[in-house]
């Protein structure tokens, strides 16, 4: 059984209800129609009830009846939740007129409706950016317990066997943190080495990326990459990481041994955690276009509930494993 296959068994056998608020958006619909045809998860949808069995009907989708339906403007627990939204952002001054509007919102509802404990998990981006994905998640949900600092990982399912784990690497920050500062950093890879071993069940041996290896550049971004690993090192003390390693030297052995002889992650890296969002982002997108690798995410880390975008390019495909994986870290936070 591949990964993927492992994910999707995990989710079936304790199912959790994902609430997909682009709920009229085709690609979802589609997902959401396997997901249940296959049991994968309960599916709550939200948007207009009759728009989304008309879409459904004309799609030939037959299992959207199996869906819970939520419409964002008429819901029975509208007072309820905005009730707690005051309460989550009185400090930031959200009024009642406002949380009001926002509870309309179906990306802040789908937030709403998990830290309520009407939903487990949520996944969005299709339609909309990460930026609008991610605030109402960074408002109510917030960070778990201890971490500061959200970042976006892809599983990369590569063409290329002899890097990784047999090809399978992970990918952070892609989607979302711009420039983090060391402390920042560290902290996406010890995320990122969570993500690593909850997900993919490996060990995780992460490099630390730069443009410099081992000093063969001076700049106040390389310093930037070097402190990052040695405040993770501290943070986790059984990190297996190195830095700073341009990616050649993270990825292939004779490299690695040439440009950082002794180090334990040079030439066998499987998480490279890259310095900024730019290099993250356009580098996930260029091994995933150009390279025809399958990437899996943004699976968010750090997170106090499973929440997770999609890009908008997202397949049918995307959507349905991302759900999995979202099914798979409920379970996991329920379990610690
Ligand atoms: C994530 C992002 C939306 C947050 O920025 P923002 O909307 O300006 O929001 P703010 O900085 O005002 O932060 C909103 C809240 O989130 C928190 N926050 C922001 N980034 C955070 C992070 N990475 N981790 C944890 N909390 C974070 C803030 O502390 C703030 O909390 P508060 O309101 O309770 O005080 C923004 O950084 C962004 O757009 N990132 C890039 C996303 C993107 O386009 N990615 C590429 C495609 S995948
Ligand atoms: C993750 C990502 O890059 O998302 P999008 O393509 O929607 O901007």
């Not at 591949?2 to 958006?25: C, F, M, W, Y």
């Not at 041994?257 to 066998?268: F, Q």
């Amino acid at each position: 059984m591949n990964l993927l296959e492992s994910i999707i068994e995990r989710a079936k056998a304790d199912k959790q209800r994902i609430v997909l608020p682009e709920g009229t958006e085709e690609r979802t619909l589609r997902a959401a129609d396997l997901i249940l045809s296959n049991g994968i998860a309960d599916i709550i949808l939200l948007g207009d009830e009759q728009s989304i069995k008309e879409s459904a009907k004309k799609m030939g989708l037959n299992n959207i009846d199996k869906a819970t339906i939520v419409n964002p403007k008429e819901h029975t627990k509208k007072k309820e939740y905005t009730d707690l939204l005051v309460e989550i952002r009185k400090n930031k001054g959200m009024t009642f007129e406002k949380a009001s509007s926002l509870v309309e919102d179906p990306l802040y509802l789908a937030c709403l409706m998990i830290k309520n404990g009407d939903a487990d998990g949520e996944i969005a981006g299709a339609q909309n950016t990460t930026g609008d994905v991610l605030r109402p998640a960074l408002q109510i949900i917030k960070t778990l317990p201890g971490v500061k600092v959200v970042s976006g990982a892809f599983i990369m399912f590569t063409q290329t066997p002899q890097y990784g784990e047999n090809g399978i690497l992970l990918f952070a920050d892609c989607a979302v943190m711009p420039n983090p500062n060391a402390e920042e950093l560290a902290s996406i890879a010890v995320s990122s080495a969570k993500t690593m071993q909850s997900l993919v069940n490996v060990e995780p041996r992460i490099a630390m990326l730069s443009f410099s290896t081992k000093g063969s550049a001076d700049h106040e971004m390389v310093d930037k990459v070097r402190e990052a690993t040695d405040l993770a090192k501290k943070m986790d003390s059984n990190l297996l990481i190195d830095g700073e390693l341009q990616a050649d030297a993270a990825l292939v052995p004779s490299v690695g041994s040439s440009k950082a002889p002794g180090s334990l992650i040079a030439g066998k890296a499987n998480v490279l955690v890259f310095p900024s969002l730019e290099s993250g982002n356009i580098g996930y997108k260029l091994v995933q276009r150009l390279g025809n690798a399958q990437a899996v995410g943004p699976v968010l880390q750090g997170m106090a509930a499973p929440i997770n975008d999609l890009s908008r390019g997202c397949s049918v495909e995307d959507i349905y494993n991302m759900v999995a994986i979202t099914a798979n870290q409920a379970i996991g936070l329920k379990k610690n």
